[in-house]
């Protein structure tokens, strides 16, 4: 299986600082068809998770801009431009190259 | 407004079994792909089964084969995960989840359904 690797592990934030979340695999997710199949998700306090990115870069719908992904092959960023309070919480990377699709251990998100 | 609710959950004693259910609404569910994550408490998120639209293809993470079975009913909206011969580390929220089309990524989540394994 593939094996996704976050960090860090826990990121205090200030409201309106940038931030950003590592995400690495430990093969390739750069399909053939030149997609990288790495997904990000957000799980909110008592919530269920929620996609934000799919893709390596493209945002789902309905997610503010602020949120951006970037990367390929095996290193992956999440980067939010401007943290905004309700930004807290679990943010999980997921890869789906190959099967079965593997998640990272999770960044835990909170404010300082 | 589309909707995923998960139904089921319960205790249950190692060895046994369990059926959860998922009814969906709000989009045509029999041309969407459907996953079952689950959510030990504290840890990470773990894929445990995915379902191909039409059921022709089923596939299984290891820690569940050849004891847990997923199925839909496409007529019903529902989708199920029938768990047997349930182990202490089964315990886990699992959440019912649909599959972007064309994509593998998960863009809509049930609330979940809590299973515990315990004698």
């Known amino acids: 299986d593939i094996v996704v690797t976050q960090s860090p592990l826990y990121l205090p934030v200030t409201p309106g600082e940038p931030a950003s979340i590592s995400c690495r695999s430990s093969?390739?997710?750069?399909?053939?068809?030149?997609?990288?199949?790495l997904d990000w998700y957000l799980q909110k306090p008592g919530q269920s998770p929620q996609l934000l990115i799919y893709?390596?870069?493209t945002r789902a719908s309905g997610v503010p801009a602020r949120f951006s992904g970037s990367g390929s092959g095996t290193d992956f960023t999440l980067k939010i431009s401007r943290v905004e309070a309700e930004d807290v919480g679990v943010y999980y990377c997921m890869q789906a190259v190959q099967s079965p699709p593997t998640f990272g251990g999770g960044t835990k998100v909170d404010i300082k | 407004e589309v909707q995923l609710v998960e139904s089921g959950g319960g205790l249950v004693k190692p060895g046994g079994s369990l059926r959860l259910s998922c009814a969906v609404s709000g989009f045509s569910f029999n041309t969407y792909s459907m996953n079952w994550v689950r959510q030990a408490p504290g840890k990470a998120l773990e894929w445990v089964s995915s379902?191909?639209?039409?059921?022709?293809?089923?596939y299984y993470a290891d820690s569940v084969k050849g004891r847990f079975i997923s199925s839909r009913d496409n007529a019903k909206n529902s989708l199920y995960l029938q768990m047997n011969s349930l182990r202490v580390e089964d315990t886990a929220v699992y959440f019912c989840?649909?599959?972007?089309?064309?994509?593998?990524?998960?863009?809509?989540w049930g609330q979940g359904t809590t299973v515990t394994v315990s004698s």
């Open positions: 379902i191909s639209s039409s059921s022709n293809y089923i």
């Open positions: 093969q390739s997710l750069l399909h053939s068809n030149g997609y990288n199949y």
């Open positions: 893709l390596g870069s």
């Open positions: 989840v649909r599959v972007l089309q064309g994509y593998y990524a998960m863009d809509v």
